[in-house]
């Protein structure tokens, strides 16, 4: 290994800057990559169709063979999320504690991609991944067995947080270690990397413990059914219900596949304590009267396809919700889920459903640290260098504030974006370049296939629909065979607008003719003298656009 | 006119019951019939493509002979934004304060609907609307010339709080005007109708006064260009904006369509107070050095085409942002808006533009009383019948379960849904009809024309765009004559998929030619045989659903 005097260590990250999600982050010196994380990202409003969001790792395929593995922080979608379609393109090793990793086996299952390269660590282990050293420091968050990592590299200790919060009184686990990192800060870290995602909330953020009296005091008046809607990997939340649960004699019924998916790998593992005689199967939910009942489901986005979306809209196969019971939504609206939510609270009031939901009582706490913790932290770590992560661009500029005002130097601070390439020496932080990075889009088994022209085109159907117009004609006469016909979609009722698509066909056909006419014979003109006619009648008639596709088939020869 | 004895009081909410927003309400006695505010809503996220969302006056049509008019609370559009389309079905007069008047006859003028019958009222008047004696009262509201209404009927007092808050330190006008209602109160009022918006909020609503010293400390702060984004309605922010401008020396610019059109008819009718020389037109913007200029501008919900977002995308064509240029969004995120301003708030920090929003700082203050605000309400009123109003259901039920805990018995409470006609006599209060009601949506020039059909639809045509396959055949001899061709949009980039179209292009043919040789000659069935083909090789292949549209042309005899 080269001295790391003269050297430096390029940090780059292809997701997770400037955005929530897609977290994956490259550190690179001379000839060995390391990469923290590989999450997926979930698609913007106008990704119409898209059901996830991977980082681009062209970076990464090219320089493969630098690549001595992924160490992983945490279990969360946004963190190990494109492993799968990282190892479709890389052969690597992964590294992270037992519940990452016991996640990351079941992802690979389900999308069929074999890799016998997993690694257990246990808080404390050392990872030796070509010059870096990673050592796993036990933390706090919403997910069991989450990891800080201080990275010794050649220039110095590089200290990434992954995504944490401070929890004096965790409810399984114990609280994050605040001595080895004070030690790490006492020895000297050259460059922090902390999480930015609560930077804008003052204070504390509240203990999972402090939850357990709420749950309790609603559990003490629930008189029929209970439902709790939480994350599937709120494990933790996930235990409160359970203890819960067997103080007031329920037995409890699992919903919703990530909620069965989680809970067994939770179990299996020992991270979730659940007597088996607690669990019944939802098919046997009538053998119980309401009182004795209690379902932990999903759905506490209000995501249309989960359990608890499909109890309050009737629409559930085994669970039906009545008058009296309750139900009670153990998180917080992720930004953009705040309507879908509303809508099924609102549903289940329509069933005089009692529904407790977090403006109304606290039956949730964040996963992440806030303003004072992130003070904490870097106050532990007292670093040279400083860069936020984990973040929207506000979060990020909040964070580098905060970080300012607790005395690290302007100029040690960096505010990055995705795809930086990062350039840190012992006396240095910069950035001056880029590598290729980005959003692949993911919809069905299609990779990258979907892109902004294809996109564009959703938004105009999903918009105003579309108008086919359809004609045969015979090139070397000019003669129109077949045809106009016109064919709608998502335009408008045809059946109630008759006189609209007969009118539509008359300029279709003189359209057509006109062309013909002078002496027009190539496809792509007439094509869009009819696009321009139809449109220009649509829009005078209605004033909207819809996507006007011309078709013209010619008799074969 | 007859005694109000044996007869009951129809209350019929045509809308904004269940919901936010399309306010109408229908008061009906014997053969007087009576409407408070005429209000569109918002497309709920499943309505694609629809502009906005008007109600179903059916009703109302039916019984038109009965209407003596319509009274108007405020000016906000929820309350007056479907009166264009009620007009052009029905000749009714409007009564209403000078601010709602002046931007219904803006919005009329917008729509090319006439009435002569507009009629300006002044707090404190009466209007005589067949047996309907309406009182309007001064009340405080986020946009000037707010009323509560006091309606005296045969069986007596109907008290209908309009939008309101409790402000004792108003910017513009006076507090509301609680001797009044007070006053109704002590004589005994029989129902009470009150909004609902906030009642999950503890605590009072902050006056509009309490805002005054934050701007001025940030306009002092500030030492280049000021935008601040505003609801256009809000006059009264507005009018602290113009305020801190002169006494900071700075231009005024007014940006975005609405704004211009708001702050013309405040300065008209003298709601809000402006130095002419205050104001400069946009176009001279360069004349003057950064810290010279105010922009007030529309935007402040992250609308895409509004001034804000232009300026935050640098797609303004007129005002161009730099670093150390401050933003302030004066403004709270309507629910489903949050992502839409995340996305501006990001790209304003990429331009290194302080930007200040309610996180940060006190820069907005709600309209709408919170729970203590209420209590005083209820509390002054005494009514001896409570019908929450404006709100989902799970605000209707939270503001009933706090007029419950003031002592208004439960039995003398409902929590009504839009449609239900709610008999009122002196002794009761029920509901056990509905008449017909709902949403009419608004696309473009077409009034009702997109209904749940073409919405599907578009959902589909969004998620995984369209196949089309033509085919021109021979229907005597069964053969084809000219493709089968296969058309795509917002399915996959055709040119990097060829093989599949290749591919889909042989199925259609099998699938025709198949039908055909089974005897097979009915348009119908071959459709739906190409459809499902072509449906289950599409998924195979890639798991997408999109839209499958066979056409068979067919030659002319």
Not at 387 to 399: M, Q
Not at 437 to 464: A, F
Request: include cysteine.
């Amino acid at each position: 290994m080269q001295k790391g005097i003269d050297r430096k260590l390029k940090i780059i990250p292809l997701g997770g800057l400037g955005e929530i999600g897609k977290n994956i982050t490259v550190l690179e010196y001379g000839d060995d990559i390391m990469i923290i994380d590989c999450g997926m990202g979930f698609p913007e409003d106008e990704m119409l169709g898209i059901d996830i969001v991977i980082p681009d790792i062209t970076y990464l395929v090219n320089n493969k063979e630098k690549i001595r593995g992924i160490v992983i922080t945490h279990g969360h979608e946004d963190h190990i999320g494109s492993i799968p379609y990282l190892l479709r393109k890389l052969d690597v090793p992964i590294y992270g504690t037992r519940f990452s990793i016991g996640l990351i086996e079941k992802k690979l299952l389900e999308h069929q991609v074999k890799t016998p390269q997993l690694h257990n660590v246990s808080h404390g282990d050392r990872v030796e991944l070509g010059c870096f050293s990673v050592h796993f420091i036990r933390s706090n968050h919403s997910i069991p067995d989450a990891s800080c990592l201080a990275i010794t590299t050649p220039i110095g200790v590089v200290f990434h947080t992954g995504d944490f919060k401070i929890d004096y009184t965790p409810v399984g686990g114990l609280p994050i270690d605040l001595q080895t990192i004070a030690e790490y800060g006492k020895k000297g870290v050259l460059l922090a990397m902390s999480d930015s995602t609560n930077v804008e909330s003052p204070g504390s953020s509240m203990s999972e413990g402090s939850l357990t009296n709420n749950f309790t005091d609603i559990f003490k008046r629930a008189k029929k059914r209970i439902v709790v809607a939480t994350f599937a990997s709120n494990v933790y939340r996930i235990q409160q219900i359970v203890d819960a649960a067997k103080v007031f004699k329920r037995k409890i019924v699992i919903s919703g596949r990530s909620m069965v998916n989680v809970v067994q790998v939770a179990t299996d593992l020992g991270y979730l304590t659940i007597s088996p005689e607690l669990i019944i199967n939802v098919n046997d939910i009538n053998k119980y009267k309401d009182k004795e009942l209690v379902v932990i489901s999903t759905g506490s986005q209000g995501e249309p396809m989960a359990a608890l979306s499909r109890m309050a809209a009737s629409d559930h196969r085994k669970i039906e919700l009545k008058e009296g019971d309750t139900v009670i939504i153990s998180a917080s609206a992720i930004p953009g889920n705040e309507k879908t939510i509303n809508k099924v609270i609102n549903q289940l009031y329509e069933k005089n459903v009692e529904v407790v939901y977090d403006k109304m009582q606290d039956i949730h706490v964040s996963g992440h640290a806030k303003q004072e913790d992130l003070k904490l932290m870097l106050t532990l770590l007292q670093p040279k260098f400083f860069i936020p992560v984990h973040g929207e661009r506000r979060h990020l500029v909040k964070h580098a504030e905060l970080a300012e005002n607790l005395g690290i130097k302007s100029k040690n601070i960096l505010v990055a974006s995705t795809g930086d390439v990062i350039e840190l020496t012992k006396t240095e932080l910069k950035t001056d370049s880029k590598v290729q990075y980005g959003n692949i889009m993911v919809d069905g088994l299609g990779v990258g296939d979907v892109g902004n022209i294809v996109l564009r085109d959703r938004k105009i159907l999903s918009e105003d629909g579309l108008i086919i117009a359809v004609v045969t004609v015979d090139r070397a006469t000019g003669t129109i065979l077949s045809g106009p016909d016109i064919v709608s979609r998502g335009f408008v009722y045809v059946r109630d607008n008759e006189d609209l698509i007969v009118e539509a066909k008359l300029i279709v056909k003189a359209s057509v003719e006109k062309s013909f006419k002078n002496k027009i014979k190539d496809w792509a003109p007439i094509k869009n003298a009819i696009r321009d006619d139809l449109s220009k009648f649509i829009y005078n008639d209605i004033q909207r656009r819809p996507m006007i596709l011309p078709i013209i088939m010619e008799l074969k020869k």
